[in-house]
């Protein structure tokens, strides 16, 4: 036995070493069209998304409005009040932020103009469309086709654990049982759902499952949003979670409209 294994034996008898095996196991799966619908409101019924950080830059805007052409007349039209005449009233109107943000950020306008996208069938195929654009990468852990190891967390609007997002309710990082306790303590429903689901993965882990999760959806434009490369658009307590419990690999459904 050599030093190093004598040292390794000996923190093993202290108690000194950290687990290296993580119980924790996800199989992320190709989302399915039903998935699709579940997360079309993260991509019509998301204010955030028709501003000029997103579809409404005007380094965006051309390629998601040839993705989503009826959507942005849908969008023009209910700013105007009236009907468009063309597609480049339609632009005039969706890039003139004055306007259009004083409809996705007042409530009331914002929540009418939701209901009409999520109900308009042209509306809901062009998201479909939007969401069909995608394929699954290894976002963070080794790509087992390069064994390269990847690490695109960093670089995403919207990504990362838990106690990044929610550091005064959750100083604690990694253990499992202390972070889900302190975000049921918080009282707060998005905080307890998010312990429910930190939860749910120590239950498969004791029972030796593995769970099977569609990946989360990242964008990439033209522009940064945030001074970040990409952007998550749905799937946050999912990916949260799952880094937050140290899982690799971590996959997502990736859409590049920048090819």
């Known amino acids: 036995m050599n030093l190093q294994e004598n040292i390794h034996r000996i923190k093993q008898m202290m108690g000194l070493l950290t687990e290296v095996t993580n119980p924790y196991k996800v199989e992320w799966e190709v989302p399915t069209q039903e998935y699709f619908t579940q997360e079309l409101s993260e991509l019509l019924g998301n204010p955030g998304r028709f501003t000029e950080k997103e579809f409404f830059n005007p380094e965006n805007y051309n390629t998601v409005y040839n993705i989503m052409p009826n959507t942005f007349k849908t969008i023009a039209e209910f700013v105007k009040g009236d009907d468009v005449e063309s597609e480049s009233e339609i632009k005039d109107i969706l890039l003139n932020q004055s306007l259009t943000d004083t409809i996705v950020t007042g409530e009331g306008e914002w929540d009418e103009l939701k209901d009409i996208l999520m109900n308009d069938p042209q509306c809901i195929e062009e998201g479909y469309k939007f969401f069909g654009l995608g394929e699954m990468k290894v976002w963070k852990g080794t790509d087992p086709e390069t064994g390269e190891y990847i690490d695109n967390v960093k670089d995403t609007d919207y990504m990362g654990k838990i106690t990044d997002f929610l550091w005064s309710k959750s100083p604690e990082k990694g253990v499992s049982s202390r972070v889900s306790q302190r975000l049921k303590d918080s009282g707060e429903e998005d905080p307890r759902r998010l312990a429910g689901n930190i939860d749910q993965y120590r239950e498969y882990a004791m029972k030796g499952e593995e769970r099977k999760l569609p990946a989360a959806f990242v964008v990439k434009y033209f522009t940064k949003k ?22 690799e690999p971590i996959k997502v459904w990736f859409i590049d409209l920048t090819k």
């Open 226 to 247: 945030n001074g970040f490369e990409y952007v998550l658009i749905g799937g946050f307590k999912r990916t949260s979670t799952a880094l937050q419990m140290g899982i």
